[in-house]
């Protein structure tokens, strides 16, 4: 099992940028697919999460309205499409897959998560 996360780089405030998490060894709509972000000193933090506890989406607040999630199940491949980009979304990002065990979960807690990338930078530019 592999994720592979890419599309980071520099991008100045107010712009998008569009990350991709492509998935090798298991089929990833049958699996949590969930964003987190870290940045130096703090602990990983979850941005959105889809198929999440049942079927849902969820989102950060702080990126609420700004971000997006989708798929291409053909692909394999899981998108970020982060728009109105802001300083403080300067972080290295991780796609992160959870194995759809019985019972409800924290989304955004990353102890939950099976398997993750290895993450790609992103860095916001006032």
């Known amino acids: 099992v592999q994720l592979q996360a890419s599309g980071g780089g520099l991008v100045q405030a107010g712009g998008s940028l569009r990350l991709s998490c492509a998935a090798s060894g298991f089929t990833a709509d049958s699996y949590s697919i969930a964003w987190f972000r870290q940045v130096p000193g703090r602990e990983r933090e979850g941005v959105l999460c889809?198929?999440?506890?049942?079927?849902?989406?969820y989102y950060a607040d702080s990126v609420k309205g700004r971000f997006t999630i989708s798929r291409d199940n053909a692909k394999n491949t899981l998108y970020l499409q982060m728009n109105s980009l802001k300083p403080e979304d300067t972080a290295v990002y991780y796609c992160?897959?959870?194995?759809?065990?019985?019972?409800?979960?924290?989304?955004?807690?990353?102890?939950?998560?099976?398997?993750w990338g290895q993450g790609t930078l992103v860095t916001v530019s006032s």
């Open positions: 992160a897959a959870r194995i759809n065990y019985i019972g409800s979960y924290y989304w955004g807690d990353h102890h939950e998560y099976d398997y």
């Open positions: 889809i198929d999440c506890n049942g079927g849902n989406t």
